[in-house]
């Protein structure tokens, strides 16, 4: 029986970049994934880079092309005639770049010399002896190659098992008719009528794709608000710039019966209003929202605690209730962002190597990759009065950048919030063009504490949308220069 100083369960981000760190510490280290490709072999990278951020990117970056070919181009003074998308072909694209993601996981595995085991992993009981005995199933249809052994050992065990997309009650995913982010990804042809129930990230993607390639996009959306979570004049720009684009979002609705027919999906709702609704769609995505999933692992066993919501217990250092038990990612509190794992994937090998890394979750940025795309860090103007905290704030339309004029896409605004007497950066919000880029300034300011006037006196370079954020910065002051 192989034994190991720290064994990983769950190839995502989380789980695989624990497992390269921990290596780079110097322990001896294992992954177990179960993840398969079209061929059976193995995919690391979990739910992320096989049915999530990546793929999802991806068709967001196809259909934007195509979107601009039919709308934006003229402006550029480029003729298009005949354009059309080959669905199939963008899919194949797609594909492809899932697995250049998974490939580079798995050399970064033999380079980093990380034992891959291409199964699922479990606990085959409580801890004997210093150590924790994990049971490796290997994949049907792995074709597994790694050495036979269906059993190791191991000092610390890291639980990287990530989480599963919820499912109405009564409307099972069959991936067919009614999806998740997993069927949407994979949607052959582009649906004349398409509902999305849950405009939140994935559900606004994901509609934003098909809308782009043509298909009539209905959200329905359970909240009274619009992306809640959001900075309110941040999520009211992007609505209305939503709506004008043709996406049809429904607000405070009330999802009764779904039936699915044989070739489209019929629902009853009721509207904020209380009327009564019903529409048939040829496809639906369902985004309600993620479960952790501890699906096969035999926690119990090992005495590992689960919440009511079947979340792992663990501190604020990601520990278990068991000792040398550790969790990260979607399968504990927090975020389920992919980027919050990978976080605490590094933190925890550098735990067990004896460091103490901070995670500050208040400087976790989250993104939404439509168009214009939005992105933020820290606290909202809402949760700030709600706080009672004194503030200012400053915003800077793109309309006024230079380089956003240049490159034909002004909607959208950054906007600063910095404590009223420290001038401390306590939230940074965006919508508009690539501001998933720009958002990492906001969270460097933050996470050094910087105020306002710090990023006011940094040289920008001219002409950036980066502008946009140092402008922003000025406002907070009242002292822009170019609006």
């Not at 009242?478 to 609006?483: A, D, E, V």
Request: hydrophobic share 40%; aromatic share 6%; with cysteine.
């Amino acid at each position: 029986m192989d034994r190991f100083d720290v064994v990983v369960i769950g190839g995502g981000p989380g789980g695989y970049v624990a497992a390269i760190r921990a290596a780079q510490l110097g322990f001896k280290v294992a992954c177990i994934d179960e993840w398969k490709n079209v061929k059976g072999g193995p995919a690391p990278g979990g739910t992320c880079t096989n049915v999530g951020c990546i793929p999802s990117k991806a068709l967001l970056q196809s259909s934007e092309h195509y979107d601009h070919a039919l709308h934006h181009f003229a402006d550029h003074g480029i003729t298009v005639k005949g354009a059309s998308m080959d669905v199939a072909k963008m899919l194949a694209r797609k594909d492809t770049v899932v697995k250049q993601n998974n490939d580079g996981i798995l050399y970064l595995f033999k380079k980093n010399k990380v034992t891959f085991f291409h199964g699922r992993g479990s606990f085959a009981g409580a801890v004997k002896e210093g150590v924790y005995e994990i049971k490796v199933d290997p994949s049907p249809g792995s074709g597994q190659t790694e050495p036979a052994a269906t059993s190791i050992t191991a000092k610390h065990v890291i639980i990287a098992t990530g989480s599963n997309a919820r499912a109405l009650p009564g409307a099972a995913f069959d991936e067919k008719l009614i999806l998740s982010n997993d069927g949407a990804l994979r949607i052959g042809d582009v649906p004349k009528k398409l509902g999305v129930i849950g405009a939140g990230v994935i559900g606004l993607e994901m509609g934003s794709v098909w809308r782009r390639l043509g298909a009539d996009v209905t959200v329905l959306e359970g909240l009274p608000t619009f992306l809640g979570a959001v900075d309110e004049q941040i999520a009211k720009e992007a609505a209305k710039l939503f709506k004008k684009q043709g996406l049809n979002i429904s607000l405070g609705v009330k999802v009764g019966a779904i039936k699915a027919g044989k070739s489209d999906v019929t629902i009853e709702y009721a509207t904020a209003e209380g009327k009564a609704e019903t529409v048939t769609f040829d496809k639906l995505i369902v985004s309600i929202g993620r479960v952790p999933n501890t699906i096969g692992l035999n926690a119990d066993a090992a005495g590992v605690k689960l919440d009511e919501r079947g979340f792992i217990i663990v501190d604020g250092d990601c520990k278990t209730s068991q000792p040398n038990v550790w969790a990260v990612g979607d399968v504990v509190r927090g975020p389920m962002l992919a980027h919050k794992a990978e976080e605490e994937g590094v933190a925890v090998a550098e735990r067990i190597a004896g460091q103490h890394p901070h995670i500050d979750f208040n400087c976790i940025p989250w993104v939404i990759y439509t168009s214009p795309e939005i992105a933020w860090v820290g606290k909202t103007e809402q949760q700030l009065k709600a706080e009672g905290v004194a503030y200012k704030s400053g915003s800077f339309p793109f309309m006024a950048n230079g380089r956003a004029r240049a490159l034909g896409n002004t909607d959208g605004m950054v906007k600063i919030l910095a404590d009223a007497k420290t001038d401390k950066v306590l939230g940074m919000h965006a919508v508009g063009p690539v501001v998933s880029e720009l958002i990492a300034e906001g969270v460097m300011a933050m996470e050094f504490g910087a105020s306002s006037e710090d990023i006011a006196r940094i040289c920008h370079a001219h002409p950036t949308l980066s502008e946009a954020t140092k402008e922003a910065a000025l406002a907070v002051d009242k002292r822009t220069l170019n609006f």
